[in-house]
C-alpha cells in the first residue's frame, strides 16, 4: 500500500517560468529576457527598498505576528477596518489558508479552465472536487459559473482580471452573479493585477460591495515590483478572516516584507510612472501583433496572451524564442494550450523580443 494518498500521487505540481540563469546556462547565450511570470521589469520601489534594509536590524526577531503597520496602511487606503484584512507570504498563502479554512471533505469548488494554476494546485493537493467550466471568449462568464452550482459547492475562484487571459468581467455581471448567488457559498476574487484596472469604470471592485461572503485577495508582487519578498493581503469580513488567521502561518510575512509593504504603498510616484510604462509596452504588442498577423486578446494586466492554431505551433515557438534569450510562457498548465503569455517588459526589452519573434516567424 502506498504511503502518499491517491491526490497527491496524481497532483500535477505547479511548474513555474523558466529562470534567466536556467536558459543562460542551458543555450549558452549572454542575454536573456524574461517576459514569462508578470513581474515588474522596473524594479522596485526605492523607498522600499530602504525600508527593508533599515528593517535588516530587527531580523533576529520574529515579525509582529498582526502585521500592525502594514494592515493600518492598508486600512486607511481603502478605507476598510483592520480587522476585515489579513496579509500573508504572498496573496497564493492567504488562498491556501483559505482554502483550507474553508473546505471540508465533501464540498465543491467550482473556477474556470484558463485561470490561475495555482490555485488548481491548491484545491487537488486537498483531495477537493473541483468543477472547471469553460471561459467564454477567454473572459470569466458568470452565467456559466452560477450554473454549475450544486449544493455542495462551498468555494467559487473567480480571477478578475483573469491571468493568463488578460480579460475581466464586468460591474454589471458582478452585480447580477452575487445577487443570484445561493447562501452558504464562499467567493474568493483573485484581483492581483486590481492596480492594472482599477482605473476601468466598468471594473467591479469587490472590495466596494461590502459583501459577507467575498473574500478579496491582492499582491505586491506585480504593480509594487515585490514578488521576491512574498507578500500578499487580503479583504473580507472579521467573521471570515480570523478564521484564516487561525490557520495561516502564525510568522508571516516576514520583518523585511511588512517594512517594504509600508513603503510600496506610499511610493505613488513609482506606481504611476510604471502603470503608464506598462500601458505604452501593451499598445507595442498590440500593433506588433496587428502587423504580424497574431491573434491576441487586449488586456488589463501587465501581460498579453496570444492565441495560435495549435499547442505544437505553441511549443515550437516558445523553443525558438528560447534560443534567441527571451523566456515566455506557453499556457498548457492553465488549460489553454493553444495560448502564449508574454509579460510587458521594458521598452528594450519589448523590441529584442519583436525583433526575436519576427525573426522565428
Ligand atoms: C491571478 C494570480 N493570482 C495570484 C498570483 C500569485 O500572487 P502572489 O505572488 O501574491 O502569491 C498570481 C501570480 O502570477 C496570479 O497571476
Do not use: W
Not at 467567493?187 to 467575498?214: H, R
Amino acid at each position: 500500500m502506498s504511503l502518499i494518498p491517491q491526490h497527491i500521487l496524481d497532483l500535477q505540481p505547479y511548474v513555474p517560468g523558466r529562470t534567466i540563469d536556467e536558459i543562460k546556462r542551458a543555450y549558452g547565450i549572454n542575454r536573456v529576457i524574461k517576459l514569462a511570470s508578470n513581474e515588474n521589469p522596473l524594479g522596485v520601489s526605492p523607498q522600499a527598498v530602504q525600508a527593508m534594509i533599515a528593517s535588516m536590524h530587527e531580523i533576529n526577531r520574529y515579525p509582529d505576528i498582526s502585521s500592525f503597520l502594514l494592515r493600518e496602511k492598508l486600512s486607511e487606503m481603502f478605507n476598510v477596518n483592520s480587522d476585515a484584512i489579513i496579509t500573508g507570504h504572498g496573496s497564493e498563502a492567504i488562498m491556501q489558508a483559505a482554502v483550507r479554512t474553508f473546505l471540508t471533505n465533501g464540498d465543491e469548488v467550482i473556477t474556470c479552465k484558463g485561470t490561475f494554476v495555482g490555485f488548481y494546485v491548491m484545491v487537488n493537493a486537498c483531495g477537493i472536487k473541483m468543477i472547471l467550466v469553460p471561459l467564454k471568449e477567454y473572459k470569466f462568464d458568470l452565467n456559466i459559473i452560477a450554473d454549475a452550482i450544486t449544493p455542495k459547492t462551498k468555494i467559487i475562484y473567480l480571477a478578475n482580471p483573469n491571468s493568463p487571459t488578460g480579460t475581466f468581467f464586468h460591474k454589471d455581471e458582478f452585480d447580477d452573479f452575487m445577487n443570484n448567488l445561493p447562501e452558504g457559498i464562499i467567493v474568493i476574487v483573485d484581483e492581483a493585477y486590481f492596480e492594472f484596472v482599477k482605473g476601468n469604470s466598468l471594473f467591479p471592485d469587490s472590495l466596494d460591495y461590502k459583501l459577507d461572503n467575498v473574500i478579496t485577495l491582492r499582491t505586491f508582487s506585480k504593480a509594487y515590483g515585490l514578488a521576491g519578498i512574498r507578500l500578499g493581503y487580503g479583504f473580507g469580513k472579521p467573521e471570515l478572516i480570523e478564521h484564516i488567521h487561525k490557520v495561516r502561518l502564525p510568522f508571516e510575512p516576514g520583518v523585511p516584507s511588512q517594512a517594504a509593504g509600508v513603503a510600496a504603498l506610499n511610493d505613488k510616484q513609482f506606481l504611476d510612472y510604471y502603470l503608464e510604462l506598462n500601458n505604452k509596452g501593451k499598445e507595442f504588442f498590440y500593433s506588433l501583433y496587428d502587423r504580424l498577423g497574431i491573434e491576441y486578446v487586449k488586456s488589463e494586466t501587465n501581460f498579453v496572451m496570444s492565441i495560435f492554431d495549435s499547442e505544437d505551433m505553441v511549443n515550437k515557438l516558445s523553443e525558438k524564442l528560447l534560443r534567441k534569450g527571451v523566456i515566455v510562457r506557453p499556457l498548457r498548465p492553465f488549460g489553454l494550450p493553444h495560448c502564449i503569455r508574454v509579460t510587458v517588459g521594458l521598452q528594450e526589452e519589448n523590441e529584442f523580443y519583436a525583433k526575436a519573434l519576427e525573426e522565428v516567424l
